[in-house]
């Protein structure tokens, strides 16, 4: 007999992706990695993210993983016809997430006010570069820009060094970390707490990256320090760096602790230079940290990685090889937790993608599906399920693979 599976976390719960692009579709992914049932609105030309990245035989490769578990429909926002079906589709979402410019789903008919009108328990998640107020509200927002603005590319490189931007879209996704974090909270008020109905949540893309970036205000406005870029290196704990091993390959590590520096400078055969008055104290290891650097640099670069590895984890001195994807694919950790998930897809046979994440005990994320390669793959599907809710019938129930085609 088949085991039931798991219960959804999420299940029950309606989610309208009006996002493109990067951070607002990933909160819905996120949801819907849960249980939710998400319905993804495309322009009819199709969102961006099919047109980013690489693409194989036509599919487009990362919009597998950013359209999985979502319904993909097609509304042209600038059509009454359209803008009506959006707001038969916000009466029956729980949460509906969207990243034009402020100002925009006004102009639309489809601003908050309207849309909490007509849904009082509706939550709208609103993503945009620099929040929904201020100076800059009406400015582009792209996650390069918020990388900069934040003050992490300022921070970022080396010392003699541009500043540097990340190679992927990091404060997308840090953004939308914080923006599914922020509709549960809304959503566990409303429900759980009695608030009974929905909110506004204005989400910018430079926020959450700025308030991971430490403690950089309270150390300027206290100190006037102002953090410069240290490459690998940190202002707060040495060593702490990349280093080359003998036959090429990268590690990192960093010594956080006395006790930690004290067992790699065992592995490298130091060990009488725990008492060291240079390398006793997190603060005297940062006043000599080229020093230090050069004793684990020297000795790394004299092993291969496999030696390295397996003498600092002898002694529990954290380290951890600097991987590239093709390394990833074959780690044997990766592979034993999954972390890598290969999905059935009817254009791939196989689809590769990040497996969810966190993982919940009693209630697990799945990835039932994919994303589809149609533009409004499931559109008839959809537009009967809310017509028949109009009309008071039995609704048709949520896909569970590619939906409809035609």
Do not use: C
């Amino acid at each position: 007999m088949t085991p039931e599976p798991p219960p959804m976390a999420l299940e029950g719960i309606k989610v309208l992706d009006l996002a493109s692009l990067y951070a607002g579709p990933l909160i819905a992914t996120n949801l819907g990695d849960y249980g939710a049932d998400v319905i993804k609105v495309e322009h009819p030309r199709g969102d961006d993210a099919r047109r980013w990245g690489l693409s194989k035989n036509g599919v487009p490769l990362w919009w597998k993983s950013i359209a999985r578990n979502k319904r993909l429909i097609t509304l042209d926002l600038h059509d009454e016809e359209d803008r009506q079906t959006v707001r038969e589709l916000a009466q029956w979402a729980d949460i509906v997430i969207e990243n034009f410019r402020p100002g925009r789903l006004e102009s639309w008919g489809l601003g908050w006010a309207d849309l909490h009108a007509l849904n009082p328990r509706l939550i709208l998640v609103r993503v945009t570069g620099f929040g929904q107020t201020g100076p800059l509200a009406q400015e582009p927002g792209f996650g390069t820009l918020a990388e900069a603005f934040s003050g992490f590319a300022a921070i970022t490189g080396q010392p003699d060094g541009p500043p540097t931007l990340p190679p992927f879209g990091l404060a997308d996704g840090v953004a939308a970390l914080a923006g599914t974090y922020a509709a549960m909270m809304a959503l566990y008020w409303r429900d759980a707490q009695g608030g009974g109905v929905g909110q506004m949540i204005d989400l910018s893309l430079y926020e959450p990256l700025f308030g991971i970036l430490g403690p950089q205000a309270i150390e300027y406005l206290q100190t006037g320090t102002v953090q410069q870029r240290q490459g690998n290196r940190s202002k707060r704990t040495a060593p702490r760096n990349a280093y080359r091993t003998a036959d090429n390959h990268w590690v990192a590590l960093s010594g956080g602790t006395q006790q930690i520096v004290n067992r790699m400078l065992t592995v490298i055969g130091r060990p009488e230079l725990a008492g060291d008055e240079r390398f006793s104290t997190a603060a005297a290891r940062l006043r000599n940290a080229d020093e230090i650097d050069t004793l684990i640099g020297d000795w790394i670069a004299a092993h291969p990685l496999d030696e390295v590895l397996a003498r600092f984890r002898a002694v529990e001195a954290p380290i951890a090889p600097i991987y590239d994807i093709a390394q990833i694919v074959r780690d044997p950790h990766y592979q034993a937790r999954g972390t890598i998930a290969s999905v059935p897809d009817p254009d791939l046979g196989e689809a590769a993608m990040t497996a969810v994440y966190p993982r919940l005990s009693r209630t697990p994320g799945q990835i039932r599906f994919a994303g589809a390669r149609d533009i409004g793959a499931h559109q008839g599907e959809v537009l009967a399920e809310i017509s028949g809710r109009k009309a008071g019938d039995t609704p048709v129930q949520p896909a569970s693979g590619a939906g409809d085609r035609s």
